[in-house]
Structure formats: C-alpha cells, structure tokens
C-alpha cells in the first residue's frame, strides 16, 4: 500500500521548497508540490503549514497527495510503476497533447486564486476567452503546438474586430496568455517558443485619460447637494484627497489614523504599504459621517458620478476614450470611480510633489505605472517648469 509524507527541502532555506515523498513497494518517490514556506512556519510533526494562510496551503497540499496517490494507482495498472511512469502522469504527458494547455491554465488559475483572487479573474475570463476563440476557429481543445504566429494574428483580430475589446483590454489578454505559456515552459511542459518572437507581443496602446483639476475639485467641495448625489460627491472627494481605491476608502479612520496620516499596511488590491497625509477636505467630510466614509457600489458611484459631473458643468469636450466611442464628448460621461486616482496624482504633480512620492501615495510597485497616471500633457509639463531659475539668465550682479 503507497503513502505519503510532507517535509522541506531545507530548514535553512527561507522559503524553502514543500516537497512530497511517496513510499510504494519498497521504494520511494519525491516531488516538488510547488509551493515553498518559511521553516518557522512549517510543522514537520504534522507535516502541514501554520500561519496566517495555513488553510489554504494544507488544503492544497491535502489534494497533492491525493494527486499522486492517484497518478500511482493509475500507473499501478499499466504495469510496474517507476519513476519516471509517475513523472509522466503527473505533468500531463502521458495524455493526448490537446488536453495538456487547458489543464495547464487550470492549474495556474487555481493556485493563483489562492494567491492573488482578484488577479485569478482576470486570468479565469482570458482562458475563457481562449477557449471560445479555440472552439469558433478550431473545433477543438488547444495544444501548446497550435499557439504560433498564426494563432496570434487571428486571435488578436478577434479580440479587436469580433468581440470589440478595447485596446488596452487587448494588451492585457495577450500579456496573460504569454504568462501562462511562459511558466509552462518554466516548468518544462511547454516547449514551443513562437511566443518568445518579436512578433508575437501584446500591441501597445495610448490612451489619455482625464483627471478633475484641483479649481474643480474645490467647486465640488462647495456645491450644496442632498442625498445619494452628495454621498457620491463626498465618497468621490475621498478617492481624489487621497488616492485610495474603492475599496479601501474606509480604512482611513480609526486606528489608521495617525496625527492625521493615514497609515494603512496592506492594501486590499495589492497588499502595499500606503501612508497619506490626510486632506483638510477628507477631514471635514469624515466629520460630517461621523468619522465612517458612506459606502455605495462601484456600479452605483460610476452611474452617479456622470450624473454629478454634469450638475457641476464638467462639460468641455474631450476626447471620448471608451471602447467603440470616437470623437469628441462631454467630460462628465467619462468620469469613473477610477478617475479619483489619477486626479490624486496628477493635482499632486502639478503642486510640485516628487513623483517618487506620489507613488508611494498610490500604492504602485513601479514608478512607470504612476507617470502612467499622470493626465497631463508633455507641454503642460513644460510650463510648470519655464520659469525655473535653471532657464534663466544668470545675470551677474552690479558693482559700483
């Protein structure tokens, strides 16, 4: 009868490997589950994780085993199982090529959304659009094989001409469907490299988003409203006062508070440090709501926030941004949940706060993603700095 047993690679090791050893007719096999822990966090005795995320790894650990009991038992009766033979049950090989890139995507999304859920979405809805590609213009399950250079220039047209996805939508599908072919090659399952050519890369966009100008963002502050559209307005001057996103705005009272900065240690999305001075506006509305922001839906805010930005005449025309819109359009219809962020940035700038710290402000692991944000023009950049004394002439002083 096999067994299992659960040990690290090394306790000297941070992190270090969880490896998985299986007994069976008086021999042994040992694999890499994947997932790797400190050994501070590890309890050899139990052989199972602790720790706050301890659930989540013992129960993926649990199906591991399972796993390889299976891959045993299933090896068991096509012969003398060895090495190798459980090997090839394990990464797939001993199936039909077809069914190895969709299991593969599977198993990734389903390890991400221990990690990262919110990211696994994404991952979820590109495999699912993979596979409706697949099943229109192939009729079938797709091999790592069938992904060349072909597969992309149809795939990209489909994205863009039949499902009308915007450009920056696009981009991101063909990032993620490249992550998941590069760690299958990682992991050696994968080894068609079309995907590494120079023509085969996520198309660039330029997209220029709009911000509420700091002139604006006073007039909202002063505008006498009641209701639903006031608690938008005020949820609204929360996300642009502080830069926080939607789903953090209530973690700026009580204990993260601190002599008025705003101290929070990990943000929702992504589990970054922020710490934010708090604006006299931010201060006065949590007074107003007894120091607990209001809290509606995004869907809710984004249907209301156009409705307010038209209330306050933010109606000069703009370039309308939104996928299958061209022209020009009022700058209320494009205000989102989202436009708080980069009006939070982009006001800090133009007051003359260093980039480095607006990034800190919004949570970003790259400076590229905060300059990103900034929905300025490179000649509005220009002005704030021609009157910089580096411009001017030096003029040496008189003497007598």
Known sequence: ??????????????????????????????????????????????????????????????????KILAAYNAAKTAGPVTGQALKDIISGKDKKPATRFYAYVEGVIEKKALQNPERAQKYALTFERIREFAGIYYGRELDFEDIDLDFYSKYLNWLKTDRLLADSTVQSEIKILKRFLNLATIEKINSNMMYRSTEFKAPPY????????????????????????????????????????????????????????????????????????????????????????????DSMLNSHLKKLGKEANLNNMVTDTRPRKTGMCPKYELITTHTARRSCATNMYLAGFDLYFIQGILGHTKLETTIKYLGVTRKIIAQKYQDNEYFRENTPPVTD
């Not at 705003?262 to 007894?290: A, N, S």
């Open 206 to 297: 330029r997209s220029k988003h709009i911000y509420i100008s700091d002139d604006e963002l006073n007039m909202l502050y002063g505008m006498k409203l009641t209701g639903k559209l006031e608690k938008v307005r005020d949820i609204f001057i929360i996300g642009c006062r502080t830069g926080l996103r939607v789903s953090d705005y209530w973690r700026c009272v009580g204990d993260t508070v601190e002599k008025g900065l705003i101290c929070i240690d990990d943000t929702q999305k992504t589990g970054e440090p922020v710490f934010i001075p708090m604006h006299w506006q931010v201060r006065e509305i949590l007074k107003k709501y007894d120091g607990k922001p209001p809290v509606l839906s």
């Open 1 to 66: 009868m096999a067994s299992t047993r659960f040990y690290l690679r090394s306790q000297k090791t941070d992190p270090s490997a969880i490896m998985l050893r299986l007994y069976y007719d008086s021999k042994e096999f040992a694999v890499a589950t994947g997932y790797s822990i400190s050994p501070k966090l590890w309890n050899q005795e139990k052989q199972r994780a602790t720790g706050k995320y301890a659930d989540g790894i013992n129960s993926e650990l649990s199906a591991f085993a399972s």
